[in-house]
């Protein structure tokens, strides 16, 4: 029983949050690391986006069971009841709030919270009814570095203001990439991703976009003063190679190889960039 609550949560969504989110507390620390209250706000933080992922599954528990990914979630096949799920998540929910606004302050508490209803109440619902899930998403994916940011900093300044565009740039590619190589299954889900709607080659003029800023953006935590020029080298290194593999995409006609591709690369640079923030900051 124990597997299926550990389930609920999505592991490995709120393990990457909190990567990202330790990422945007070290670049506040600015040369000054309080390590007790970057611990708590991680707690804090990764209970919030607990929340939000097991209210997730039971708003999608009944498109879960369309899909080969998720069909064997708790709650699509009831190994757990629908209520006794909304009273995990909203505990979760209560318990991250909580230590967020005892330990850390209020606008970092605030901006965790409005992920969490953007996450919950708006893409959870609407990603059945519009292509601008991915963006909607995006932005609740794209607040736990901002809040870690903030409950170091106290404040929301341009740095906080980069992290949040720098997420976005990389996570509509990475979601985009899983459309694509998924795309049988979020057409049985009947969910309207950009593939399906506008097709591939639209999406991989997006993606190129999107990548393309992402490599803009990062230079600019360098050029502003906010990390060095080792964490430049390195994040730049690993966001050119994605850039050249997003180009890549318009050259050939094995568009779920090459968006598997980018998924993985996706993840090697969103890792690279958090650990030369750490690097640069520790």
């Known amino acids: 029983m124990l597997r299926h609550y550990y ?11 909190s990567i990202t989110a330790l990422a945007g507390g070290l670049l ?26 097991v209210l997730n599954n039971f708003l999608d528990r009944l498109s879960d069971q369309l899909m080969p ?32 606004a005892f330990f850390t302050n209020l606008l970092a508490t605030c901006i965790a919270l409005i992920g969490f209803v953007i996450y919950v109440l708006f893409y959870s619902l609407l990603k059945h009814k519009t292509v601008y899930g991915t963006e909607i998403g995006s932005i609740a994916g794209a607040v736990p570095p901002v ?22 740039c990389w996570q509509m590619p990475h979601f985009f990439a899983i459309a694509m190589y998924r795309i049988e299954e979020y057409r049985a889900a009947s969910i309207p991703v950009l593939p399906i709607v506008r097709g ?14 992402f490599v803009v953006l990062i230079s600019l935590l360098t ?4 990390v060095g020029y080792c964490y430049l080298v390195v994040a730049s290194f690993l966001a050119l190679m994605w850039l ?18 980018m998924f993985q690369r996706s993840l090697l640079v969103i890792i690279g960039l958090c650990i030369m923030i750490a690097v640069d900051r520790v």
């Open 69 to 100: 990914r998720t069909r064997r979630r708790p709650l699509a096949i009831k190994a757990i009841s629908e209520k006794r799920a909304l009273y995990f998540g909203f505990v979760l929910l209560f318990l991250g709030g909580s230590i967020l």
């Open 147 to 168: 809040a870690g940011y903030c409950a170091i900093s106290h404040s929301f300044d341009f740095a906080a203001f980069l992290l949040f565009a720098i997420v976005i």
């Open 200 to 213: 591939a080659e639209a999406t991989k003029i997006q993606m190129l976009v999107y990548v393309a800023g």
């Open 7 to 17: 389930s609920l949560t999505k592991p490995g969504i709120v393990f990457g949050n």
């Open 223 to 226: 050029a502003f003063g906010f």
């Open 28 to 53: 506040a620390t600015k040369g000054s690391l309080d390590f007790p209250l970057l611990s708590i706000t991680l707690v804090g933080l990764g209970l919030i986006v607990a929340a939000g992922c």
């Open 244 to 261: 050249k593999l997003a180009i890549q995409g318009f050259r050939t006609d094995k568009d779920k190889v090459w968006a598997r591709k």
